[in-house]
Structure formats: structure tokens, C-alpha cells
Nanobody, 117 residues
Framework: QVQLAESGGGLVQPGGSLTLSCAAS????????MGWYRQTPGKQREFVAS???????DYADSVKGRFTLSRDNSRNTVHLQMNSLKPEDTGVYYC???????????WGQGTQVTVSV
């Protein structure tokens, strides 16, 4: 079992920045990949970014150049630095974790990000 604790959501104006953090505990071998998904009402949950324990990162096209995901393997945490935020970035952001070569199977409770004037 993996437990994921998220923090850092909130309200920010368009063009602003926000950092989300996620700390994993439990079965560390199930956290080879960690990342973030987001969901807005009426839409399916969508991939935002991920990072593997080996250092590979991946981003959704919609956030490339604006979001940066960093990972601290010693603390089993990931941090999503979000810059130049847009209203369409609004949603509930979920931290996710998965084992090597497998899907994301562990999920956090979600943290709300609202980008609005």
C-alpha cells in the first residue's frame, strides 16, 4: 500500500504561480513513477506530468514550458512548479504513483487549484 499526501493547492490569478507537493509513504517499490493528474467537472481525469525514480520526466503538451516536476528520491516526494497559470489549468489535482513499467495505481485525495481573477 502507498499513501500519498498532497499539499499546495489554492487560488491564484492568471499568470501567477503555484507549487504542489506530494509525499509518498508505505510500499516504496510501488512509487517508481510519481506524477500528477487533474480533473475538472464533466471531464475525464487527464495526465499532467510524471517523473520516474530514474530521472525521466514527461509532460502533457498543454503544460510543457510552464510546469516543472521535480522529484526527491531520498524523501519520496515530488513537487510540481506551475508557472504562467491559465484559467484552463483550474481543477482538482491528484498525485499518483505506480510501480516500474506499470500503471498509476495509488492516488491521493486531490487538491483544488483555481486560476481566476
Amino acid at each position: 500500500q502507498v499513501q500519498l499526501a498532497e499539499s499546495g493547492g489554492g487560488l491564484v490569478q492568471p499568470g501567477g504561480s503555484l507549487t504542489l507537493s506530494c509525499a509518498a509513504s508505505g510500499s516504496i517499490f510501488r512509487t517508481y513513477a510519481m506524477g500528477w493528474y487533474r480533473q475538472t467537472p464533466g471531464k475525464q481525469r487527464e495526465f499532467v506530468a510524471s517523473a520516474t525514480r530514474g530521472g525521466s520526466t514527461d509532460y502533457a503538451d498543454s503544460v510543457k514550458g510552464r510546469f516543472t516536476l521535480s522529484r526527491d528520491n531520498s524523501r519520496n516526494t515530488v513537487h510540481l512548479q506551475m508557472n504562467s497559470l491559465k484559467p484552463e489549468d483550474t481543477g482538482v489535482y491528484y498525485c499518483a504513483a505506480g510501480g516500474y513499467g506499470g500503471p498509476f495505481v495509488s492516488w491521493g485525495q486531490g487538491t483544488q487549484v483555481t486560476v481566476s481573477v
